[in-house]
Nanobody, 123 residues
Framework: QVQLVDSGGGLVQAGGSLRLSCTTS????????MAWFRQAPGKEREFVAA????????AYADSVKGRFTISRDNAKNTANLQMNSLKPGDTAVYYC????????????????WGQGNQVTVSS
């Protein structure tokens, strides 16, 4: 049984930084593409960033490009999302997700999901 455990998040002032992490169990980590989505109150879940199984391909939402960096360490079964220059508009619950090998940008493309972590950016 595949499980994703995501951690990190919290409260930060605008302009600050946070780091989210996600670990998997139940299947070889390097067979997964990993991603983060976020969902703000009253809004649909939206794509944030994704990284392919090897780390050779990444994708970002336009709203976070240049501020967020997704990475992975296959030896540690961990993916990370470094979030810099945070804005109040980044406030949401952030979910890590996994799918087979290649990056995707759609919620329905991802099979496995973490429990989510709250990120709150104050102005």
């Amino acid at each position: 049984q595949v499980q994703l455990v995501d951690s990190g998040g919290g409260l930060v002032q605008a302009g600050g930084s946070l780091r989210l992490s996600c670990t998997t169990s139940g299947r070889t980590f390097s067979s997964f593409a990993m991603a983060w989505f976020r969902q703000a109150p009253g809004k649909e879940r939206e794509f944030v960033a994704a990284i392919s199984w090897s780390g050779g391909s990444t994708a970002y939402a336009d709203s976070v490009k240049g501020r967020f960096t997704i990475s992975r360490d296959n030896a540690k079964n961990t993916a990370n999302l470094q979030m810099n220059s945070l804005k109040p508009g980044d406030t949401a619950v952030y979910y890590c997700a996994a799918r087979d090998f290649t990056v995707g940008r759609r919620v329905y493309e991802y099979t496995y999901w973490g429990q989510g972590n709250q990120v709150t950016v104050s102005s």
